[in-house]
């Protein structure tokens, strides 16, 4: 792969940052995916911010010079390292979600933590939902870990979003993981009744799949042939234990949103007991009016001439 080159707004993948302690692990996953999408970065932060850690200027009062050196000091740790990596910085005055939402409108990817300030607490925070709903591009949520090993896991329900999908499929070959989709249906009580446990949707049990959605993972399966699918089927009461599992066991967790079905909403909602500490693998939320457009590192020659 190139090295990363600066380019127009769709070539870049957006960060923002609250001067936390966790906004050097925001920054380090943005820095990550911008240099295996050949991007440049973009770091974004909203003044007043909460300032605490090492990003912190001394002194009880701070000013807008605090969020000068946030920025700073940020963008000096994406670039430690990644010599090609182009980063840029914006400091931004208002609410946080609209600065990002405006600064991320074209952008392949939209960088955050989960929580405004405590990111021990399992919860979303109030920034991370707005953005859950209404960012116009992918959103990847940092959750406390970002493990080198483990799946991609997509979570689909309801009307299958091929943007997802596409997302999927694409983070998978740049990460070299396998691909697990697993599908949530309202079942009827007889079929379940022979089948309490999920069914793994390969060879015969790939019925269980709605016709779109393996229509969807045959044509995807086809641009990305070394990426591995395996297909899981589950009732949908089960979707926040499965979620639960997948965020501990994954490295990546895929779904959309803006569709029928409630895997994004229920993506920041902990299922049983509340974790105490961090630890959880990122989420990448994909709108499903999102148009796919795969990274030059693993597009297809088809989707070169399509985009």
Not at 29 to 49: D, F, M, N, Y
Not at 208 to 228: D, Y
Not at 242 to 251: D, E, I, K
């Amino acid at each position: 792969m190139g090295k990363p080159r600066p380019s127009g707004d769709d070539r870049t993948v957006v960060a923002g940052i609250d001067g936390t302690t966790h906004s050097p692990a925001i920054v380090e996953l943005a820095a990550a995916e911008a240099t295996r999408r050949s991007a440049r970065l973009l770091i974004v932060h909203a003044w007043p911010g909460h300032y605490r850690g090492r990003f912190r200027l001394p002194g009880p009062h701070p000013g807008p010079a605090e969020g000068g050196r946030v920025l700073a000091l940020a963008a000096q740790h994406a670039a430690t390292g990644r010599p090609g990596l182009t980063v840029q910085t914006r400091l931004c005055a208002g609410d946080p979600a609209d600065a990002l939402i405006d600064c991320s409108r074209n952008a392949e990817m939209l960088v955050i933590g989960h929580r405004d300030g405590k990111f021990g607490r399992p919860d979303w925070g109030t920034t991370a939902r707005l953005l859950a709903r209404a960012c116009p591009g992918p959103l990847l949520v940092h959750r406390g870990q970002v493990p080198e090993r483990g799946p991609v896991v997509l979570g689909v329900s309801g009307r299958p979003a091929e943007a997802a999908v596409g997302y999927a499929f694409a983070q998978a070959a740049l990460t070299g993981a396998h691909l697990v989709v697993v599908h949530a249906r309202q079942p009827s009580p007889d079929r379940w009744a022979r089948h309490p446990f999920p069914v793994r949707a390969d060879g015969d049990g790939a019925e269980q799949v709605p016709e779109p959605l393996a229509a969807a993972l045959v044509e995807w399966s086809g641009r990305f042939p070394r990426v591995t699918v395996e297909r899981l089927v589950i009732p949908d009461v089960d979707v926040p234990y499965t979620l639960a599992r997948a965020s501990r066991r994954a490295r990546l967790l895929v779904a959309g949103t803006g569709g029928r079905g409630r895997l994004g909403d229920l993506i920041g909602v902990p299922a049983g007991r509340p974790e105490r500490r961090p630890g959880l693998c990122p989420v990448l939320l994909v709108p499903a009016d999102r148009p796919v457009r795969l990274p030059d590192a693993v597009r297809p020659a088809e989707a070169r001439l399509t985009r």
